[in-house]
Protein backbone atom coordinates (compact mmCIF):
# COMPACT_ATOMS: atom_id res chain seq x y z
CA UNK A 1 0.00 0.00 0.00
CA UNK A 2 1.39 3.64 -0.64
CA UNK A 3 1.75 6.39 1.98
CA UNK A 4 3.89 7.80 4.03
CA UNK A 5 6.03 7.02 7.08
CA UNK A 6 7.61 8.63 9.81
CA UNK A 7 10.30 6.94 12.10
CA UNK A 8 10.25 6.56 14.88
CA UNK A 9 6.86 7.13 16.48
CA UNK A 10 8.15 7.97 19.83
CA UNK A 11 11.62 9.82 20.17
CA UNK A 12 13.99 11.09 22.90
CA UNK A 13 16.63 13.14 23.65
CA UNK A 14 18.73 14.97 25.59
CA UNK A 15 18.97 18.92 25.48
CA UNK A 16 22.35 20.20 23.36
CA UNK A 17 21.50 17.21 20.69
CA UNK A 18 20.88 16.74 17.70
CA UNK A 19 18.07 14.78 16.12
CA UNK A 20 16.71 13.37 12.76
CA UNK A 21 13.18 12.35 12.12
CA UNK A 22 12.73 10.36 9.07
CA UNK A 23 9.51 10.71 6.29
CA UNK A 24 9.61 8.46 2.74
CA UNK A 25 6.73 8.58 1.00
CA UNK A 26 5.50 5.95 -1.81
CA UNK A 27 3.07 7.54 -3.28
CA UNK A 28 5.49 9.25 -6.19
CA UNK A 29 4.21 13.18 -4.66
CA UNK A 30 6.10 16.05 -6.11
CA UNK A 31 5.66 18.41 -2.99
CA UNK A 32 6.74 17.59 1.02
CA UNK A 33 6.00 19.55 4.04
CA UNK A 34 6.75 19.51 7.96
CA UNK A 35 4.39 20.41 10.32
CA UNK A 36 4.95 20.68 14.21
CA UNK A 37 1.72 20.36 16.55
CA UNK A 38 1.96 21.85 20.11
CA UNK A 39 -0.54 20.49 22.89
CA UNK A 40 -3.86 22.61 21.79
CA UNK A 41 -2.38 24.10 18.97
CA UNK A 42 -3.05 24.27 15.27
CA UNK A 43 -0.01 23.07 12.73
CA UNK A 44 3.03 25.25 11.90
CA UNK A 45 4.52 25.22 9.35
CA UNK A 46 8.29 24.81 9.30
CA UNK A 47 9.80 23.57 6.11
CA UNK A 48 8.38 22.53 2.74
CA UNK A 49 9.64 21.27 -0.33
CA UNK A 50 7.83 21.06 -4.05
CA UNK A 51 10.97 19.18 -5.95
CA UNK A 52 13.55 16.86 -5.05
CA UNK A 53 16.92 19.25 -4.38
CA UNK A 54 14.50 22.49 -3.48
CA UNK A 55 13.27 23.59 -0.36
CA UNK A 56 11.70 26.53 1.72
CA UNK A 57 11.46 27.67 4.89
CA UNK A 58 7.87 27.82 6.57
CA UNK A 59 6.81 30.24 9.33
CA UNK A 60 9.31 28.70 12.23
CA UNK A 61 12.23 27.19 10.45
CA UNK A 62 14.63 28.38 12.98
CA UNK A 63 16.95 25.33 14.54
CA UNK A 64 15.92 23.06 11.70
CA UNK A 65 17.36 21.83 8.76
CA UNK A 66 16.11 19.74 5.71
CA UNK A 67 17.55 17.92 2.84
CA UNK A 68 15.63 16.64 0.07
CA UNK A 69 18.27 14.39 -1.84
CA UNK A 70 15.47 11.62 -3.51
CA UNK A 71 11.79 12.62 -4.09
CA UNK A 72 10.65 9.83 -1.72
CA UNK A 73 12.50 11.40 1.40
CA UNK A 74 12.69 14.38 3.78
CA UNK A 75 14.39 14.33 6.74
CA UNK A 76 14.14 17.19 9.37
CA UNK A 77 16.79 17.92 11.54
CA UNK A 78 15.84 19.03 14.93
CA UNK A 79 19.08 21.16 16.18
CA UNK A 80 20.41 22.16 19.64
CA UNK A 81 19.14 25.49 18.42
CA UNK A 82 15.91 24.61 18.70
CA UNK A 83 14.95 26.27 21.63
CA UNK A 84 11.33 24.04 22.45
CA UNK A 85 12.01 20.67 20.97
CA UNK A 86 9.29 18.75 22.39
CA UNK A 87 6.58 18.83 20.22
CA UNK A 88 4.76 16.17 17.56
CA UNK A 89 5.92 16.38 14.18
CA UNK A 90 4.22 15.31 10.98
CA UNK A 91 5.30 14.94 7.57
CA UNK A 92 3.01 15.35 4.53
CA UNK A 93 3.03 15.34 1.04
CA UNK A 94 1.10 16.22 -2.07
CA UNK A 95 0.85 15.08 -5.45
CA UNK A 96 1.10 18.12 -7.83
CA UNK A 97 0.30 21.86 -7.73
CA UNK A 98 -3.31 21.63 -8.29
CA UNK A 99 -6.00 21.58 -5.71
CA UNK A 100 -5.16 18.68 -3.65
CA UNK A 101 -4.80 17.96 -0.12
CA UNK A 102 -1.81 16.79 2.07
CA UNK A 103 -1.43 13.40 3.07
CA UNK A 104 0.21 12.89 6.70
CA UNK A 105 2.69 10.31 7.84
CA UNK A 106 1.45 9.04 11.74
CA UNK A 107 4.10 11.79 13.17
CA UNK A 108 6.79 11.47 15.69
CA UNK A 109 6.29 12.94 19.62
CA UNK A 110 9.73 14.26 20.25
CA UNK A 111 10.64 14.49 23.94
CA UNK A 112 13.84 16.65 24.84
CA UNK A 113 14.72 16.60 28.46
CA UNK B 1 -5.70 38.82 12.44
CA UNK B 2 -4.66 35.50 12.26
CA UNK B 3 -4.38 33.72 8.57
CA UNK B 4 -6.88 30.67 9.74
CA UNK B 5 -9.15 31.32 12.30
CA UNK B 6 -11.57 28.40 14.31
CA UNK B 7 -13.61 28.51 17.48
CA UNK B 8 -11.91 26.27 19.33
CA UNK B 9 -14.51 25.27 21.30
CA UNK B 10 -15.02 22.23 22.79
CA UNK B 11 -18.67 22.32 21.03
CA UNK B 12 -20.46 19.46 23.77
CA UNK B 13 -23.17 17.90 22.26
CA UNK B 14 -25.97 15.22 22.34
CA UNK B 15 -25.91 11.98 19.50
CA UNK B 16 -28.11 13.10 17.18
CA UNK B 17 -27.83 16.64 17.01
CA UNK B 18 -26.84 19.12 14.29
CA UNK B 19 -23.65 20.86 14.52
CA UNK B 20 -22.07 23.54 12.38
CA UNK B 21 -17.93 25.04 12.54
CA UNK B 22 -17.16 27.93 10.98
CA UNK B 23 -13.75 28.93 9.83
CA UNK B 24 -12.29 32.32 8.54
CA UNK B 25 -9.34 33.10 6.22
CA UNK B 26 -7.53 36.57 5.44
CA UNK B 27 -6.44 35.57 2.41
CA UNK B 28 -8.99 36.69 -0.12
CA UNK B 29 -6.38 34.82 -2.91
CA UNK B 30 -6.97 31.76 -1.16
CA UNK B 31 -7.75 28.97 -4.11
CA UNK B 32 -8.61 25.79 -1.73
CA UNK B 33 -10.09 24.92 0.99
CA UNK B 34 -10.43 21.56 3.20
CA UNK B 35 -11.81 19.84 6.17
CA UNK B 36 -9.47 17.52 8.11
CA UNK B 37 -10.26 15.43 11.56
CA UNK B 38 -7.76 14.43 14.35
CA UNK B 39 -8.11 12.74 16.49
CA UNK B 40 -6.30 12.40 19.91
CA UNK B 41 -2.50 12.38 19.56
CA UNK B 42 -3.16 11.11 15.97
CA UNK B 43 -2.16 12.86 12.57
CA UNK B 44 -4.48 14.68 10.80
CA UNK B 45 -6.92 12.83 8.13
CA UNK B 46 -8.87 14.51 5.38
CA UNK B 47 -12.59 14.63 6.31
CA UNK B 48 -13.53 16.65 2.68
CA UNK B 49 -12.31 19.33 0.29
CA UNK B 50 -14.78 22.18 -0.04
CA UNK B 51 -15.82 23.29 -3.39
CA UNK B 52 -17.60 26.64 -3.89
CA UNK B 53 -21.22 25.11 -4.86
CA UNK B 54 -20.76 23.44 -1.19
CA UNK B 55 -20.88 19.43 -1.47
CA UNK B 56 -22.14 16.87 1.16
CA UNK B 57 -20.89 13.26 2.31
CA UNK B 58 -23.73 11.73 3.87
CA UNK B 59 -24.10 13.07 7.43
CA UNK B 60 -21.41 15.98 6.61
CA UNK B 61 -22.03 19.45 4.66
CA UNK B 62 -18.96 21.91 3.13
CA UNK B 63 -19.79 25.49 2.27
CA UNK B 64 -17.85 27.85 0.78
CA UNK B 65 -18.10 32.06 1.33
CA UNK B 66 -15.74 33.61 -0.53
CA UNK B 67 -17.58 37.22 -0.45
CA UNK B 68 -16.77 36.85 3.44
CA UNK B 69 -14.48 34.71 3.46
CA UNK B 70 -15.11 31.74 5.48
CA UNK B 71 -15.72 27.97 5.11
CA UNK B 72 -17.90 26.01 6.99
CA UNK B 73 -18.89 22.32 7.92
CA UNK B 74 -21.67 20.83 9.30
CA UNK B 75 -22.43 17.81 10.93
CA UNK B 76 -25.98 15.98 11.02
CA UNK B 77 -26.78 13.60 13.54
CA UNK B 78 -23.84 13.10 15.36
CA UNK B 79 -22.22 9.83 16.51
CA UNK B 80 -19.92 9.08 19.69
CA UNK B 81 -17.21 8.70 17.21
CA UNK B 82 -17.80 12.25 15.36
CA UNK B 83 -16.05 13.24 18.38
CA UNK B 84 -12.56 14.57 17.21
CA UNK B 85 -10.85 18.29 16.94
CA UNK B 86 -11.75 19.35 12.60
CA UNK B 87 -9.06 21.26 11.08
CA UNK B 88 -9.95 23.66 8.74
CA UNK B 89 -7.20 23.96 5.90
CA UNK B 90 -6.71 27.05 3.45
CA UNK B 91 -4.35 27.19 0.52
CA UNK B 92 -2.60 30.02 -0.70
CA UNK B 93 0.29 30.79 -2.23
CA UNK B 94 3.85 32.51 -0.66
CA UNK B 95 6.25 33.42 -3.03
CA UNK B 96 5.11 31.61 -5.97
CA UNK B 97 4.72 28.22 -3.24
CA UNK B 98 1.31 26.50 -2.73
CA UNK B 99 1.13 26.66 0.68
CA UNK B 100 -1.58 25.16 3.25
CA UNK B 101 -1.99 26.97 6.32
CA UNK B 102 -3.50 25.13 9.16
CA UNK B 103 -6.53 26.60 11.97
CA UNK B 104 -6.00 26.17 15.42
CA UNK B 105 -9.23 23.25 15.00
CA UNK B 106 -12.25 23.11 16.70
CA UNK B 107 -13.07 20.17 19.06
CA UNK B 108 -16.03 18.35 19.32
CA UNK B 109 -17.36 15.74 22.31
CA UNK B 110 -20.45 14.18 21.55
CA UNK B 111 -21.76 12.10 24.41
CA UNK B 112 -24.79 9.73 24.74
Known amino acids: DGGITQSPKYLFRKEGQNVTLSCEQN?????MYWYRQDPGQGLRLIYY???????QKGDIAEGYSVSREKKESFPLTVTSAQKNPTAFYLC????????????FGNGTRLTVT | RKEVEQDPGPFNVPEGATVAFNCTYS??????FFWYRQDCRKEPKLLMS???SGNEDGRFTAQLNRASQYISLLIRDSKLSDSATYLC?????????????FGRGTSLIVHP
Open chain 2, 27 to 32: NSASQS
Open chain 1, 27 to 31: LNHDA
Open chain 2, 89 to 101: VVKGTQGGSYIPT
Open chain 2, 50 to 52: VYS
Open chain 1, 49 to 55: SQIVNDF
Open chain 1, 92 to 103: ASRAGLGNLPLH
